[in-house]
C-alpha cells in the first residue's frame, strides 16, 4: 500500500505546536496509518486556484500562468505510484491576512 496524501487548505493542514490547539483533521491520519504513511501537502489560505496558479499570474505579474511554478506541480511530484490523494477544502476565512489575491478576475 502506498501513503495517503493529502492536498488541501487550513482544515487539513499539519500546524506545528506552536499552534496549539489549532490542528487540521489529516493531522490524525498518521495516528491512524503512522507518520511515515501519510505526507500532508496542505497549505493554509490555499483555494484551489492558488493551488493552480503560479504566484506571479496570482499577483498579476505576468499574463499567462506557467503550470511548471505552481504548487500543485510541486505536489504532483511528490506523489509516488500506489499512492492514494486526498483533496479537501474547507471554507477558507484567512484570506486577507496572506500577500496576495487568490480571485483575481479572469483575464
Same mark, same amino acid.
Given at each position: 500500500?502506498?501513503?495517503? +496524501? +493529502?492536498?488541501?487548505?487550513? &482544515? ?11 490542528? #487540521? ?6 495516528? +491512524? =496509518? *503512522? ?6 501537502? $496542505?497549505? $493554509?489560505?490555499?483555494?484551489?486556484? &492558488? ?20 504548487? =500543485? &506541480? ?7 505510484? #500506489?499512492? &492514494?490523494?486526498? !483533496?479537501?477544502? *474547507?471554507?477558507?476565512?484567512?484570506? #486577507?491576512?496572506?500577500? !496576495?489575491?487568490?480571485?483575481?478576475? $479572469?483575464?
Amino acid at each position: 500500500m502506498g501513503r495517503i +496524501v +493529502v492536498i488541501g487548505d487550513s &482544515t487539513t493542514q499539519d500546524y506545528d505546536k506552536n499552534a496549539y490547539p489549532q490542528q #487540521g483533521w489529516a493531522y490524525y491520519l498518521k495516528d +491512524v =496509518f *503512522g507518520k511515515d504513511n501519510v505526507l500532508n501537502l $496542505a497549505r $493554509a489560505g490555499y483555494a484551489l486556484k &492558488t493551488y493552480i496558479y503560479a504566484w506571479d499570474y496570482i499577483k498579476g505579474n505576468i499574463r499567462e500562468n506557467d503550470p511548471d511554478k505552481c504548487y =500543485f &506541480t510541486e505536489c504532483l511530484n511528490k506523489i509516488e505510484k #500506489g499512492d &492514494t490523494v486526498i !483533496f479537501a477544502w *474547507g471554507a477558507i476565512n484567512d484570506m #486577507g491576512m496572506i500577500d !496576495f489575491d487568490a480571485y483575481r478576475e $479572469a483575464v
